[in-house]
């Protein structure tokens, strides 16, 4: 029971850290929402100027609730990037005690470039990527239809190209953790490049709305990260003999532990104790089962001779006879139990009750029992 318990309770605290974590996310989260609440409608005037430079008519709202909804949502998702480093710094604080010590140093930086990149993305698509677009699209319209593009429409175009390049310019770190992890090297991605360039146009069609301009603007510089990628991880490729030293570095760490739970365990007992095997902790345990009713009997026997004082003598010397074999046989058993009980004491550091314990064994035991239990009692003094 106690043993589900203490497993239960390192769960349980993990839970509770990570809803602490998670709280302090949706506060930051809910306090910069309701900083650009009131400022939402000139947010999405400054994210929608490059449509607007673009389409000389106004932008249009079909739905009833969209000129309200549509800034709002724009404020949750901004609010949502603002706070990204944040979150990575909480992820990270989660994280990083179940991590190795060298895995710990190449996170952080890890989390820092892949938060500056994802922002570069960003950047990029609202400076470079919609003018281009914008501008194309505006352009190819058949005659005689005049475009009106939708605030609603236009807002989730957008943030498909905010995630599309966001995620794009994580390239670099990827390419890092691979080379790092050993899975790759720099000269197999090189000679995979052909086939990254073609999944560059894949990828870009399959992120970014259906026009060319976009697809080849996100894929060129998925291209040209990845070869930012492959020049920086020639500084992360690690040799046989440090991946080596860092696992058993890892096995050390995990060994750490379960040497000092091991080493505890056997300090408190002698250097030449010998740990029992199955069938002795299995006799140990009949014994302790035997004791315990003896002790029962006992009880129940000392009633009965209470009640009958006439009987009395005649029942302890037929009982505890020093001539019955079987009596002393159960009384040196009990004494056995007694000595093992003990042994669980001192290793609970229950050092008064071993002591009590230890000194009905002086009283009750043969020799060999006096003996073991006077060396115990001076490694209790000492």
């Known amino acids: 029971m106690s ?7 390192p769960f349980l605290s993990h839970l509770f850290e990570l809803r602490d974590r998670l709280l302090r996310i949706v506060m930051l989260v ?28 106004d932008i249009i709202a079909i739905g009833i609730l969209s000129p309200f909804l549509t800034p709002i949502k724009l404020a949750l998702v901004a609010s949502i990037f603002l706070s990204m480093p944040f979150i990575f710094y909480q992820m990270w604080g ?28 960003v950047l990029f698509a609202y400076y470079v990527v919609f003018p281009l677009v914008f501008a194309f699209l505006s352009k190819i319209a058949p005659e005689g239809v005049n475009a009106m593009p939708d605030i609603a429409a236009y807002l989730d175009f957008i943030l498909t190209l905010f995630f599309a390049f966001g ?7 990827a390419t890092i953790i691979l080379v790092w992890m050993g899975m790759v090297t720099p000269e197999q991605l090189r000679k995979k490049r052909p086939y990254v360039i073609v999944g560059a146009f894949v990828v870009g069609m399959f992120l970014t709305p259906p026009d060319i301009i976009s697809q080849t603007l996100l894929a060129i510089p998925m291209w040209i990260l ?4 492959i020049f920086f991880s020639r500084f992360f490729v690690r040799t046989e003999e440090e991946i080596q030293a860092a696992q058993s570095a890892a096995g050390d760490d995990e060994d750490t532990q379960q040497d000092a739970s091991a080493a505890a365990a056997t300090s408190a007992y002698p250097d030449d104790y010998v740990a029992p095997t199955d069938a002795e902790m299995e006799a140990e345990l009949d014994r302790i089962e035997a004791e315990e009713e003896l002790e029962e009997g006992a009880s129940k026997s000392s009633e009965t001779i209470v009640e009958d004082d006439d009987d009395d003598d005649s029942y302890m010397d037929e009982e505890f006879d020093d001539d019955d074999e079987d009596a002393v046989a159960i009384i040196e058993d009990v004494v056995d139990s007694k000595l093992q009980r003990v042994m669980t004491l001192r290793d609970e550091e229950k050092l008064d009750e071993a002591r009590e314990l230890l000194y009905e064994v002086l009283a009750e035991g043969n020799e060999e029992q006096v003996g073991v239990a006077r060396n115990i009692l001076e490694q209790l003094d000492s």
């Not at 043993?3 to 309770?9: C, T, Y």
Request: glycine share 6%; no cysteine.
């Open 3 to 9: 043993e589900s318990i203490e497993s239960e309770q």
């Open 30 to 57: 809910l306090v910069l929402f309701l900083g650009l609440f009131f400022v939402a409608n000139d947010l999405f005037t400054m994210v929608a100027r490059p449509l607007m430079d673009a389409y000389p008519g």
């Open 94 to 121: 989660f994280i990083a005690p179940g991590l190795y010590k060298h895995e710990r140093k190449l996170v952080m930086p890890l989390v820092i470039s892949s938060t500056v990149l994802f922002y570069l993305g």
């Open 167 to 173: 995620l794009a310019f994580e390239i670099p770190i």
């Open 226 to 229: 990845f070869e930012v990628g």
